[in-house]
RNA sequence: GCGCCCGUAGCUCAACAGGAUAGAGCAUCAGCCUUCUAAGCUGAGGGUUAGUGGUUCGAAUCCACUCGGGCGUACCA
C-alpha cells in the first residue's frame, strides 16, 4: 500500500515539480483519527517554498490522482500532515492475500539471489554456553531468519579457536581434575576451569582409561576429550534452541591454509605493517586510527587482529553479498580494526554489517550474578532452558532491542504466569483456534463478500494491525531489529483480545459471522507467522 | 583519560528516518464470566523522557556540555 501511494506521488511529482528531489516519508499514525498511513511531506517542505504548509497540502491533495478503490479518503490535519484513508476494498484485498497465502503472507523475495553469512555464537569451547550467549544465539539465528524471509540464502557460521593458551588450560585443568580422581592430593590453581564440567570429562576419561593417562601430555588426551564434549554439549543446547549451524569454521585452518601468512604478506607490500621490538605492527594510524596496534607479537605469535582479518577475508572471498557478524559489546574495540584490515585489503566494508548487543544481566532472588566461565558461578543456557522451556528463551532474548541491556529475571521467567508475554500471545493463537474448532462443526465458513460489516472500532483496529505486518518484518530485517517483531505481536494479540472481549463470532447473524471468521483466520495466520520467524511455537489449545 | 552503548511511570521496557495527546506489561486500586478458553477485557492513579543549553514549524529522538550506569581501551581472545 505504501508502494502504491508512493507511485502515485511519482505520478504527482510530473506536475508538482518541487515533490521531485525531497524524501517522501510515510508513517503509520498513532490514532484511527489519522487515517492509515499518513505524510509530513507539506511541512518539510514549507520552508524552501515559503508557503504555508496547509496550502501546500491542499495543492497537493487538489491535483493527486488515485484509485478510489484503494484509498477512501484523503485529508489535511493538525499543522500540515496529509492523511490517507484505505478503502473497504483494500481491506478485502489484504484480507484474502493473507488467508490465501497463508504460511508464505510476509515472505519477501526482494533480495532473491543474494547471499548472506550470518556469524554468531562463536564461543570457543572451553565450556557450555551460558546465559550470557543465549542471548546473541538467539538474536543471530533470529536475524538468519528474517534475512531469509526477505529473499536472501543465508548460511550460519560458528567461527571458534581450539588452540592457544585459554585451551591449553582447559586441557590443563581436566588433566589436574584427573589426577586427583585418582587421588593425587594437587592444588588446583585459582585461575584453571573450576566448572564441575571439566571434573565431568575428568571422571568420563577416568573411567575410559584408568589410570594409563598419567604421563599424558595436557595438551593431548586431556584437551581433545574436553573439546569434544564441550562441543558436543554446545551443539546440543543450540538444537534445543532449533539453531543449526551451516558452518564451524576453526580458525586453526588459517594457519594451515596459509590465509594469515598471505595476510601478513599483503600488508607487507603494501606498506601497511613494520617491525618493532621483534613484533609486526599493523599501520592503522595511516587508516586512521588512534594508534597502530601488534598483529604478531614478539614471541611468533599473531594476535587477534590477524587471524580475525583472514577471517573475513575469506568470507568475502566466499563471495557473499552480504556479511554479518554478532558480537557482544566486549568485542566493540576489535572490530574497527578488522574492518580497516578488510578496506586495507580492497574489500568494500560496506558489506559486514557488525552487530553489537549490550549484555545481559541476570537477577536471582532479586539480586545481580556476575558471570564468568573461569569461576564456576554462571548459570548455563541449558539451565535456563530447563527451568522455562525454549520457547520463552526465544522470545526473551529476542523482546529488546540490542543497543539496550537485557534484565533477565530468573525468578519471573520460571514462573510461567501471566506475566510472560510470550503465554499473551499464544493464547490469542489458541483462543482463534478454539473457535475455529467451533464455527467449522457448525459449518460456518470465512467469507470476503461483506467485510465492510466489520466496521466496530476494534475491527478497525485489528484489521489495521494485519496489514502492518509485512512493513513491520522487512523494517525488522532490513534493520536487524528482531525485537520490532515481538512489539508488533504483542500490539496485533492485544487488539485481538480486546476484539475477542467485544465482537462474538459464534452466535453473530451470519453475513457478519463470516466477516469476523476470515477477520480471525488471518489473524491467527499473522501470528503464526510472527511467531514462526521467532521459531516459537503456537499452540492449538493451551 | 579516551572509545562504544545506555539513562523514559515504583519495576521491566516501547515509541518506525525528528511528527499530532510519550505508550504497554508487572505492581496498586475499582469493575467485568448463565453465551466462542478470565493465561482475557474495561477503568483509575502514576512522567519536568537524568540535567542544562542549542538546532526548528515541531525534540524522548539531532548537536554540545554535565551527572549517573555498562562494556572496552594489551605483544589476552
Avoid at 316 to 335: K, M, P, Q
Wanted: aromatic share 10%; with cysteine; proline share 3%.
Amino acid at each position: 500500500m505504501k508502494k502504491y501511494i508512493q507511485s502515485i506521488f511519482a505520478d504527482l511529482s510530473e506536475e508538482l515539480s518541487y515533490l521531485k528531489n525531497t524524501d517522501l516519508i510515510f508513517m503509520v499514525p498513532k490514532t484511527n483519527e489519522h487515517g492509515d498511513i499518513s505524510t509530513n511531506i507539506a511541512m518539510l517542505l514549507a520552508k524552501e517554498l515559503k508557503k504555508k504548509p496547509k496550502q501546500i497540502a491542499e495543492e497537493i491533495i487538489s491535483k493527486i490522482k488515485y484509485d478510489n478503490s484503494a484509498i477512501c479518503k484523503i485529508e489535511i490535519a493538525g499543522p500540515g500532515f496529509i492523511n490517507f484513508f484505505f478503502s473497504n476494498s483494500y481491506i478485502t484485498y489484504i484480507l484474502k492475500e493473507i488467508i490465501t497465502k497463508g504460511n508464505d503472507f510476509g515472505k519477501s523475495d526482494k533480495n532473491a539471489g543474494r547471499k548472506a553469512n550470518v556469524e554468531f555464537v562463536s564461543a570457543n569451547p572451553t565450556g557450555p554456553l551460558t546465559v550470557g550467549h543465549g542471548r546473541n544465539a538467539v538474536l543471530g539465528d533470529t536475524i538468519a531468519t528474517l534475512l531469509e524471509n526477505i529473499g536472501y540464502e543465508v548460511e550460519r557460521e560458528y567461527y571458534f579457536n581450539n588452540a592457544g593458551r585459554q585451551m591449553r588450560v582447559l586441557g590443563d585443568s581436566v588433566r589436574l581434575r584427573y589426577f586427583q580422581i585418582l587421588g593425587d592430593q594437587i592444588e588446583f590453581p585459582e585461575d584453571y576451569y573450576q566448572g564441575k564440567y571439566i571434573s565431568d570429562i575428568a571422571e568420563k576419561l577416568f573411567r575410559q582409561h584408568g589410570d594409563k593417562l598419567r604421563g599424558e601430555d595436557p595438551e593431548g588426551i586431556f584437551k581433545s576429550a574436553a573439546e569434544l564434549e564441550i562441543f558436543n554439549d554446545i551443539k546440543n543446547t543450540l538444537s534445543r534452541l532449533n539453531i543449526g549451524m551451516k558452518n564451524y569454521f576453526n580458525e586453526n585452518s588459517l594457519y594451515t591454509d596459509g590465509k594469515i601468512k598471505s595476510v601478513l604478506e599483503e600488508f607487507k607490500a603494501k606498506g601497511l605493517s613494520y617491525e618493532k621490538e621483534n613484533a609486526v605492527w599493523f599501520k592503522l594510524t595511516e587508516l586512521g586510527a588512534g594508534q597502530d596496534k601488534v598483529i604478531v607479537k614478539s614471541t611468533g605469535e599473531p594476535t587477534y587482529r590477524l587471524p580475525d582479518i583472514a577471517y573475513h577475508k575469506d568470507k568475502f572471498e566466499r563471495g557473499y553479498d552480504l556479511i554479518v557478524d554478532i558480537f557482544g559489546s566486549d568485542h566493540n574495540a576489535t572490530y574497527p580494526d578488522v574492518l580497516a584490515g578488510c578496506k586495507a585489503l580492497g574489500y568494500d566494508k560496506a558489506k559486514i554489517k557488525v552487530l553489537i548487543h549490550q549484555f545481559v544481566t541476570i537477577m536471582d532472588k532479586g539480586e545481580v550474578v556476575k558471570m564468568s566461565t573461569r569461576k564456576a558461578n554462571f548459570i548455563t543456557l541449558d539451565e535456563l532452558i530447563d527451568d522455562v522451556g525454549n520457547d520463552v528463551v526465544r522470545y526473551f532474548f529476542n523482546m529488546r532491542s540490542m543497543t539496550s541491556h537485557l534484565n533477565f529475571d530468573l525468578d519471573l521467567a520460571k514462573k510461567h504466569s501471566d506475566e510472560n508475554p510470550v503465554f499473551y500471545l499464544q493464547y490469542a493463537h489458541a483462543r482463534i483456534a478454539s473457535i475455529l474448532r467451533m464455527t467449522s462443526e457448525q459449518n460456518l465458513n470465512y467469507s470476503l463478500e461483506n467485510l465492510n460489516m466489520l466496521s466496530s472500532e476494534p475491527e478497525q483496529n485489528l484489521l489495521k494491525k494485519l496489514y502492518q505486518f509485512e512493513e513491520e518484518i522487512m523494517l525488522a530485517a532490513e534493520n536487524f531489529e528482531p525485537n520490532r517483531i515481538t512489539n508488533y505481536l504483542e500490539e496485533l494479540a492485544a487488539s485481538f483480545h480486546r476484539f475477542y472481549a467485544e465482537c462474538r463470532v459464534i452466535g453473530s447473524e451470519t453475513r457478519l459471522a463470516e466477516a469476523r471468521i476470515a477477520l480471525i483466520t488471518a489473524t491467527q495466520i499473522i501470528i503464526k507467522n510472527g511467531l514462526t520467524l521467532l521459531k516459537v511455537s503456537a499452540p492449538e489449545k493451551m
